[in-house]
């Protein structure tokens, strides 16, 4: 049996394993097992504040009461632990070179999140060998007990980062009012569109101006996306430029939390209120559907 096949053989079974069941908290009525909500945040071009973005997020939800990890899906440059101000002792290089499980990975931040560190240096998940492909794999789908997974992917439109973008429940677009980043923004919503499986594309305009700066990136995208690919792109917010968001990155505490009545707090507290007031996506299958999406979208690697 090929390794695809042996892939999905241990999903499915890991799928059948893992049906919530009914646990008693604290005495009280039985409560089900929660169904994770993956959101995969990614961008055409580096520099945009895709990582920023995904950790203040991520604080916010975990604000509201919900319990979120971040995992930095960037193999090649890994640094969501560095604007946290944290050093992981483990990453996923010690789960994919099976000397630790995914669970003993996952760190505790001061902000609420937890994290899983990236493990820079593999480029592609597709360059990992059998045995470590399939432990990756598996690691993944034994996590659980998360309402948000938030993805931190690399940037470009490399097949790495589309695996996971096209696994997840939906995607966020981050981009700047540059030329190079729209043009690159738009490249990779139309690398999404040509996959199939991914329905749900948001679009949040970063370092914008103005309010009409935002709104003018985000119509041009979304005009492009929709008269050349005919997919539709829904415009999730804008993010002020905002000399806070520097100062934080230097003092590595999120800008949420250092500064927040600043105007980029107020704006990714927006962003946040929006996505929790959202119905659940009805295609959502928690970890085994994301892990059954992965190997889908890695089919061809």
Known sequence: MDQAANLRKMVASQARSTKPQPTLIGGGAPS????????AIASGKGGVGKTNFA??????????GKRVLIMDMDLGLANV??????????????????QKKMSEII???PYGVRIIAGASGF????????????RFMDEISGISDYDYVIIDTGAGVSRNVLSFVLAADEAIIITTPEPTAITDAYGIIKAISTEVGQSII???????SSVSDGRQVAERVIGIAGQFLNIRVENLGFIYYDQAVLASVMKQKPYVLAEPTSRAAECIDHIARKLLGMPPV????????????????????
Not at 56 to 64: V, Y
Not at 88 to 97: A, D, E, G, S, T
């Open 202 to 208: 948001k679009l949040v305009v970063n370092c914008v």
């Open 81 to 98: 632990n560095v604007i946290l101000g944290m050093i992981p002792k483990f990453n996923l290089y010690h789960v994919i070179k099976g």
């Open 55 to 64: 950790i203040n997020l991520g604080i916010l939800l975990a604000k509201a």
């Open 123 to 134: 480029s592609k998940l597709a360059d990992l060998a059998e045995e470590e492909r399939t």
């Open 282 to 301: 009805s295609n959502s299958g928690g970890f085994s559907g994301f892990i059954r999406n992965l190997l889908s979208a890695n089919k061809e690697d």
């Open 32 to 39: 089900l097992e929660r169904s994770a909500h993956f959101i």
């Open 107 to 109: 760190s505790e931040s």
